[in-house]
């Protein structure tokens, strides 16, 4: 069942519901994940697999509410009208800062 609908709303109950977000992540959707459900190691493991996608689509993930996160295309626009910018989570950087090596002579 192919749908044509630009966003879609998910509350996965277990990490294989994941897959459902990926094929939609493929078709340049927009994708709301409700975490509610889930424990803390299961909803970091289906943001980390769904960061991935994201990834590769060159997309970004954003978290406009407690454990609520959305996947946005490359090619979507958005705007939060009650958040700080700064609270936007890009998926192509990890929360931890980047380590840059220097070699001494």
Do not use: W
Request: hydrophobic share 35%; glycine share 2%.
């Amino acid at each position: 069942m192919d749908m044509d609908v630009n966003i879609v709303f998910i509350k996965p109950t277990k990490f294989e519901d994941c897959m459902k977000c990926i094929e939609h992540i493929k078709k340049d959707r927009i994708v709301h994940i409700n975490l509610f459900d889930l424990d803390a190691n299961d909803s970091q493991r289906i943001l980390d697999y769904i960061s991935g996608a994201v990834y590769i689509q060159e997309g970004q993930i954003v978290n406009p509410g407690e454990k609520v996160f959305c996947t946005i295309p490359k090619n979507k626009k958005f705007v939060f009208e009650y958040k700080d910018r700064n609270s936007v989570m890009d998926s192509r950087y990890d929360e931890e800062e980047e380590i840059i090596p220097s070699y001494k002579k």
